[in-house]
């Protein structure tokens, strides 16, 4: 959800992107369907975005935010994605 100040706005406060106030403090996000998510490896992010097919779905629950990393993972700079 973008906000009227240009922001994405996210509840998952677990994410190391999650930023209080609910909001998204990464560069770039990914949105994708959960098939996709599942089968695409860690490093595919926002920036391969424009060389992954499309994955259109039916229902919102159908969609995630391939971005989200857990706050205590190790590789949260694998993807090229950065907190701005
Ligand atoms: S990267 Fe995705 S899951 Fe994480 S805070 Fe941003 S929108 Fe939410």
Redesign the pocket.
């Known amino acids: 959800m973008i906000d009227s100040g240009g922001n994405?706005c996210?509840t998952?406060s677990s994410?190391?992107?999650?930023s209080q106030g609910n909001l998204?403090?990464?560069s770039k996000?990914l949105v994708t369907s959960d098939t996709m998510s599942k089968n695409l490896p860690d490093k595919i992010n926002a920036p391969y975005a424009s060389q992954i097919t499309q994955t259109p779905v039916s229902k919102s629950y159908e969609s995630c935010?391939k971005?989200?990393?857990l706050k205590t993972d190790y590789n949260q700079n694998l993807d090229g994605i950065i907190k701005k």
């Open positions: 994405v996210c998952i994410c190391h992107y999650w998204c403090s990464a996000i935010c971005t989200f990393v």
